[in-house]
Antibody, heavy 121, light 107 residues
Framework: EVQLVESGGGLVQPGGSLKLSCAAS????????IHWVRQASGKGLEWVGR??????????DYAASVKGRFTISRNDSKNTAYLQMNSLKTEDTAVYYC????????????WGQGTLVTVSS | EIVMTQSPATLSVSPGERATLSCRAS??????LAWYQRKPGQAARLLIYGASTRATGIPARFSGSGSGTEFTLTISSLQSEDFAVYYC?????????FGQGTKVEIK
């Protein structure tokens, strides 16, 4: 059974940092690009960024809204991906989901249940 | 970026009835359109990709259609387990973008 489990969410002050984790099992993690997608309350889903596989040099891409503040990484030996969030803003408040891409670029084959990040003073 | 607009925001349907969900794109593209289902407390699930191809294990009552700027997800006969929120997503242009979602609720 495929599982993606996010952790690390919580309350953080504006300007602060937080690191989310995404632990994966049940599929070939090392061969999959891993994405982070977020959803603010009452809003739609917003793609945040991705880290590609070793075969693609662990390349990363980010949405314009988070570029320069967020960093995505992965540890294939632990089947875990990470989202390091710095200089957090109130508008970053959302549920953050990790998702594993299958063979087709941009298609999210598997999802986690999400972790809530609240940025507030 | 391509803006995806879903309608209606909420759809009230009785079990056994047909549900038709719409997704409109701000720019035209061929078929790189996916539909996802998410239930409260559960992970989202890929239903449809390529606008009309069911993902592995998805029942035949789910069907997708459309191209260009207009796409449709049809659930032919709603079952109790189908009441959920549905999202469309384009993966034709970078960055990938999603619709706001349509909540299918019990009438």
């Amino acid at each position: 059974e495929v599982q993606l489990v996010e952790s690390g969410g919580g309350l953080v002050q504006p300007g602060g940092s937080l690191k989310l984790s995404c632990a994966a099992s049940g599929f070939t993690f090392s061969g999959s690009a891993i994405h982070w997608v977020r959803q603010a309350s009452g809003k739609g889903l917003e793609w945040v960024g991705r880290v590609r596989s070793k075969a693609n040099s662990y390349a990363t891409d980010y949405a314009a809204s988070v570029k320069g503040r967020f960093t995505i990484s992965r540890n294939d030996s632990k089947n875990t991906a990470y989202l390091q969030m710095n200089s957090l803003k109130t508008e970053d408040t959302a549920v953050y989901y990790c998702s594993a891409q299958g063979p087709v670029a941009g298609l999210f084959d598997y999802w986690g249940q999400g972790t809530l990040v609240t940025v507030s003073s | 970026e391509i803006v995806m607009t879903q309608s209606p925001a909420t759809l009230s349907v009785s079990p056994g009835e047909r549900a038709t969900l719409s997704c409109r794109a701000s720019q035209s593209f061929s078929s790189n359109l996916a539909w996802y289902q998410r239930k409260p407390g559960q992970a989202a699930r890929l239903l449809i990709y390529g606008a009309s191809t069911r993902a592995t294990g998805i029942p035949a009552r789910f069907s997708g259609s459309g191209s260009g700027t207009e796409f449709t997800l049809t659930i032919s006969s709603l079952q109790s387990e189908d009441f959920a929120v549905y999202y469309c997503q384009q993966y034709n242009n970078w960055p990938w973008t999603f619709g706001q979602g349509t909540k299918v609720e019990i009438k």
